[in-house]
């Protein structure tokens, strides 16, 4: 997984020559139905959206979803029960589109991108991810992204990444928290994933200013289990660079990792991959197995011949 890993960045450039050829003419809104890997690169682009943008985690689709609405269902597997229960029930309201690498869900979609096969959903996200930026940014749907600073940004800080990831998951003791702001709550749960299903550990989210309304009066009785991440912008806001200082003051151990670059896009993936690297080294230092995922795979296994005997 590491090397897979490791080669984000070509994966990036190569997902950014996929084309979609879709027509969003008369949309209004946009939602995205996908779990766990399939659905974080719409959590990051939702940022971005100039619509109203929903993504959707779940069997059911908001009732607010109208022919206005683009219905993208993200699967890699094209599999997943959830997304296509909400994908049945979207397509007979919805304009859909849905990439995937094969499964159900291509055979039952015709406007559809197709990624390469044979990875894990997790580690296929720049596939995931990047033509869908490519294809809103193109027909106006997104603000302020540049993928081209993505890009140059993932390409020429490779070994500086390597190295900091490494000295970050080496300092991880006890359960990982890890806090971001905007785009950042997004790469924050993206860690947290990444964390789990990567390093198999325990490890929470969460996001900026919600958490000092709550998590932060946890500090009064945590203490030495817990090591906090959080994910900054040295321009942030000055609202939550004052939120992030008083938090390093009262909370335990503290690792606090910068974004580079000046798009807001750009920034967020650097510290996605970062993340992603963190989740490999931390599980190699564990002696853990960092590509299968057993347990996810089981539960499914389980749901499918439960359905089954049940109908
Ligand atoms: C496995 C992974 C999972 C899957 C999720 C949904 O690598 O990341 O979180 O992404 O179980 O499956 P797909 O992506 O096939 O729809």
Not at 169 to 184: D, F, H, K, R, T
Not at 188 to 201: D, H, I, S, V, Y
Request: proline share 3%; aromatic share 10%.
């Amino acid at each position: 997984m590491l090397e897979i890993v490791k080669k984000f960045p070509e994966q990036v450039e190569e997902a950014m020559k996929m084309d979609i050829e879709f027509s969003v003419k008369g949309i209004k809104s946009i939602a995205v139905a996908g779990m766990g890997g399939s659905a974080i690169s719409a959590d990051i682009i939702k940022h971005f959206s100039k619509l109203p943008f929903f993504v959707i985690r779940d069997y059911k689709i908001p009732s607010f979803l109208n022919e206005y609405t683009l219905f993208i269902a993200i699967s890699y597997s094209g599999n997943t029960e959830e997304t296509l229960t909400c994908y049945k029930k979207a397509k007979r309201i919805c304009k859909t589109f849905a990439i995937t690498s094969g499964g159900k869900l291509s055979e039952m979609e015709e406007n559809k991108l197709l990624i390469p096969k044979n990875m894990q959903p997790r580690a296929a996200i720049a596939y995931l991810l990047f033509p869908l930026a490519k294809f809103l940014a193109k027909n106006n749907l997104l603000y302020n992204i540049d993928l081209e600073e993505t890009l140059y940004i993932l390409k020429s800080n490779k070994e500086q990444m390597q190295y900091a990831a490494e000295k970050i998951a080496n300092s991880i003791e006890g359960i990982p928290l890890i806090y971001g702001y905007g785009v950042m709550a997004s790469i924050a749960k993206r860690w947290r994933q990444q964390l789990n299903e990567n390093a198999k550990m325990t490890a929470f989210d969460f996001s900026l200013p919600e958490c000092n309304h709550n998590e932060l009066e946890a500090w009064e009785r945590n203490g030495k289990d817990f090591t906090c991440i959080f994910l900054r912008n040295k321009d942030e806001d000055e609202k939550i660079k004052k939120r992030f200082e008083f938090m390093k003051e009262v909370y335990g151990k503290v690792i606090e990792v910068f974004s580079i670059g000046k798009n807001d896009f750009a920034k967020a993936i650097y510290l996605l991959h970062i993340g992603d690297l963190v989740s490999v080294y931390k599980a190699a230092i564990d002696g853990v197995e960092a590509e299968p995922v057993d347990l996810i795979a089981k539960l499914k296994k389980f749901l499918t011949q439960h359905s089954r005997s049940s109908s």
